[in-house]
């Protein structure tokens, strides 16, 4: 069983800047993305951020020139750097790993989230 640990979610102030982190511990079989979403109150989960297995960035609309998503598939962890961070960036954030499989199997992993406060 995968197991997602996040951390570096916390309170700053508009303009600030968090780094979080998610460490994977577990095997992991076949093709698999690692990335983030983030759920608002009162909002669905979306996509922040992930990077596939061949190493390709994907991005919400909404944090394109803000944030900046890494992996490290040798160590299975996966970074999001949040630069210019705005009140709307405020949510629970969720780690993820999407693993395909060579029948096209999708399962997805999650963490249990580190909360992103942005407020003055």
């Known amino acids: 069983q995968l197991q997602l640990v996040e951390s570096g979610g916390g309170v700053v102030q508009p303009g600030g800047s968090l780094r979080l982190s998610c460490a994977a511990s577990?095997?992991?079989?076949?093709?698999?993305?690692m990335g983030w979403y983030r759920q608002a109150p009162g909002k669905q989960r979306e996509l922040v951020a992930r990077v596939t297995a061949d190493g390709t960035p994907t991005y919400a609309d909404s944090v394109k020139g803000r944030f900046t998503v890494s992996r490290d598939s040798l160590k299975n962890t996966v970074s999001l750097q949040m630069n210019s961070l705005k009140p709307d960036d405020t949510a629970l954030y969720y780690c993820n790993v999407q693993i395909t499989l060579a029948a096209g199997t999708v399962t997805n992993y999650w963490g249990r989230g580190t909360q992103v406060t942005v407020s003055s």
């Open positions: 577990g095997s992991i079989w076949g093709s698999y993305s």
